[in-house]
């Protein structure tokens, strides 16, 4: 080897420990890319327990909060993990989510799709979200989306008051396909409904695509008080009719007041066309209604509309 070669090689050799971090480096960064994180090397948390209700419907993950006398439970920052429940593994730590068993003031819900693939987690305060996350299990990515549904409603709430003004919220949500979450928002500024107090409302729709990370569409507009209180009812988890009534009569007074309130939000959020169209299946509907025998009959005839109009507003 030549004088000039084993300068090179020395140069080689002396340049491999730099060559080794920027390679460390460029791959840590690819892995961020896709969404992997440090998670995975996250040992299964002390005093932790599995969320109420936070299970996925097949059983694999769940996510882990502090238990209600660990002593982390007061935290404000406490951490939140998802996990792997089969594998006892710790597969992402949820950055939007800080919850803990039987905090005063607070909730937590998640909303899984049917395949379990992906989730809605929502960390509610004391009359509204804190903050919403989508979470995917494909790469276990979270992508925040509260924070863009409050600028939408808080936009619209001081337009309507001509000053600065942010609501308290309360969010739905079903998935859609192709990797879309559908959220449907009411917001109020007078949660505790006091009288002295102007209050202002907001109705807020949107669809967020997970694959671009963007609202393929999300508008938020004022509201009466009419809409916001029939808006909980005709945005609310489809309707399992267990209330208990002494009379049948009861139940098909309650399930028609349901039906009026979902028939009020439908007529708001459709266009006038759209809207003509449902007004005369409602007649024919109606007219179906009033030849049916028995109040049994006329329940179940009632739950299934209620449902067929509730489908119109996602």
């Not at 938020?220 to 945005?235: E, F, H, L, Q, V």
Request: hydrophobic share 40%; proline share 4%.
């Amino acid at each position: 080897m030549g004088i000039d070669s084993l300068g090179r090689f020395q140069e080689y050799l002396l340049a491999m420990p730099l060559l080794l971090i920027r390679t460390s480096l460029l791959l840590l960064t690819t892995l961020a890319h896709l969404g992997l994180n440090a998670a995975a090397e996250i040992p299964w948390p002390k005093d932790y327990v599995v969320a109420d209700e936070s299970e996925s419907p097949d059983g694999h993950y769940a996510v882990l909060i502090p238990a209600r006398d660990s002593v982390d439970a007061d935290l404000d920052d406490v951490p939140n993990y998802l996990v792997d429940v089969r594998a006892r593994r710790v597969v992402l730590q949820l950055a939007d989510c800080h919850y803990s068993q039987g905090r005063n003031h607070s909730g937590l819900a998640l909303f899984w799709s049917d395949d379990s693939m992906r989730c809605i987690v929502e960390l509610d305060g004391r009359f509204g979200f804190r903050s919403i996350s989508a979470v995917e299990i494909n790469g276990f990515i979270e992508t925040p989306i509260g924070a863009s549904v409050q600028k939408f409603i808080d936009k619209a709430l001081s337009v309507q008051a001509r000053s600065e003004q942010s609501g308290e919220t309360t969010a739905y949500y079903r998935h859609g396909p192709s990797q879309q979450i559908r959220v449907r928002a009411i917001s109020t500024t007078n949660p505790k409904a006091f009288d002295d107090q102007k209050t202002y409302l907001a109705l807020f729709q949107g669809t967020f695509d997970l694959n671009t990370k963007k609202w393929v569409t999300a508008n938020a507009r004022a509201i009466d008080n009419s809409i916001y209180d029939a808006a909980d009812i005709a945005y609310g988890p489809r309707p399992q009719f267990v209330e208990s009534f002494t009379a049948e009569e009861g139940k098909l007074s309650s399930l028609d007041q349901r039906l009026n309130d979902v028939f009020r939000v439908v007529r708001f959020v459709l266009s006038p066309e759209r809207f003509g169209e449902v007004k005369r299946d409602q007649i024919e509907w109606l007219k179906r209604r009033d030849v049916l025998g028995s109040i049994r009959e006329q329940c179940k005839f009632y739950e299934a509309r209620i449902r067929a109009l509730q489908a119109l507003l996602w």
